[in-house]
Every structure is written in structure tokens, then in C-alpha cells.
């Protein structure tokens, strides 16, 4: 069973800290996406990264950033927390090719007070 | 652009009742079309695509091009079917998905 696995089930952070987000997948998964969940707006893509150290932007990535340095770890930053950045992000996988679906992990509620 | 409207926020029905979630599309291409489920304090999981033509958990939905729609249906609604569903777009040949706001579904019984 694929298993993606987020860093964080729940974190508490300060306005302006810089704050690290990671998931980890152990399926060798080429495709790794960061979206954020909010109610009434469903998911929102952020970033994506289809290859090591590559790296794409999603519809909305102002204020973050990410890193691929493993296949297996996708790390999203956010450079200067801020308040409007409180949301449950998701982290997802999938094989390159084809029509193979998306795995999503259990989700990071974070909090910037 | 890519857009997916899911035009129902909730939906709440009887044990027993018929399902509809309601989802349309806007894409000028092929799209393959997707619909995730989300039970309480689990992951977000694959419920079906239209590619497949497979019914899970009793749940069809047929993609109609001529109307841009890809509704999710049920003959008869469980209380397990409780959930947040939400229908997604993929362009063919791509990875990325387009979501829709969501629906959440409430089986009372």
C-alpha cells in the first residue's frame, strides 16, 4: 500500500518564522505535489515537482517555497509565516505516466498565531 | 482555463435515499475526470475515474461531454457514505489535478 507520510499532524507556529513542512513517500513516486485545503475552496495546488530538484509553481504559490533534493522527500517552506497561511496542507504522490492517480497523506494543520 | 464547479456545499439526505453530487467542468480539451472522497479523519482517497467505468462502493458517475458534467451517483445512500467529496480535472498527458470546492455529504438515518 503506498504510504505517504506528513512530518506533522499538527503545528503551531509565530507570525514571521520561516517554517518547514516535509513529506516523505515509499513508492518511488516521480510526481509530488503541495496543496493547501480550506473550506469553500477545496484543494489549491502550490507547488508540484515531477523530478529531483525540479520544481514547478501551482496556482497559488506566493510566499512559499519548496525543495526535492531525494525522490522520496518534498519539502514545502514558507519563508515569513504570516496569518493568512493557517490552512491543512496536503501532501500527494503519483507515478509519472499514465493515468495513475494521486496518494495524498494525512495532512499538516497549521496554525500561525 | 480549468475550472471545476461543484455547485453544492452540502448535501443531506436519508439512509436509502438516491445521491447526486453534482460536478461540471470547463476544459477545452480531453479531460480525464476524477472523483476523491475524504471520511472523517482520514486521508483523502481515489473513489473513482470515468476511465475505469467502474462502480466503487456503489457509486457510478459517467462523464457526459455535451454537457460538461460528471456527476457522482448512488441508488441508495448509507450512512457511511458520510464524507467530503470533491471532483477533479486532469488535463491528458499531465499530472497536475484542478479541484472543486467540495461537497459535503451527510447520510442521516
Known amino acids: 500500500d503506498v504510504k505517504v507520510t506528513q512530518s506533522s499532524r499538527y503545528l503551531v507556529k509565530r507570525t514571521g518564522e520561516k517554517v518547514f513542512l516535509e513529506c516523505v513517500q515509499d513508492m518511488d513516486h516521480e510526481n509530488m505535489f503541495w496543496y493547501r485545503q480550506d473550506p469553500g475552496l477545496g484543494l489549491r495546488l502550490i507547488y508540484f515537482?515531477?523530478?529531483?530538484?525540479?520544481?514547478e509553481k501551482g496556482d497559488i504559490p506566493e510566499g512559499y517555497s519548496v525543495s526535492r533534493e531525494k525522490k522520496e522527500r518534498f519539502s514545502l517552506i514558507l519563508e515569513s509565516a504570516s496569518t493568512n497561511q493557517t490552512s491543512m496542507y496536503l501532501c500527494a504522490s503519483s507515478f509519472e505516466q499514465g493515468d495513475q492517480p494521486q496518494h495524498f497523506g494525512d495532512g499538516t494543520r497549521l496554525s500561525i498565531l | 482555463a480549468q475550472r471545476v464547479t461543484q455547485p453544492e456545499k452540502l448535501l443531506s439526505v436519508f439512509k436509502g435515499a438516491p445521491v447526486e453530487l453534482k460536478c461540471n467542468y470547463s476544459?477545452?480539451?480531453?479531460?480525464?475526470l476524477f472523483w476523491y472522497v475524504q471520511y472523517s479523519r482520514q486521508r483523502l482517497q481515489l473513489l473513482l475515474r470515468?476511465?475505469s467505468r467502474e462502480s466503487i462502493k456503489g457509486f457510478t458517475a459517467d462523464l457526459n461531454k455535451g454537457e460538461t458534467s460528471f456527476h457522482l451517483k448512488k441508488p441508495f445512500a448509507q450512512e457511511e457514505d458520510s464524507a467530503m467529496y470533491y471532483c477533479a480535472l486532469r488535463n491528458t498527458g499531465f499530472q497536475k489535478l484542478v479541484f472543486g470546492t467540495g461537497t459535503r455529504l451527510l447520510v442521516s438515518p
Open positions: 476544459y477545452s480539451g480531453s479531460p480525464e
Open positions: 515537482s515531477y523530478d529531483v530538484k525540479m520544481k
Open positions: 470515468h476511465i
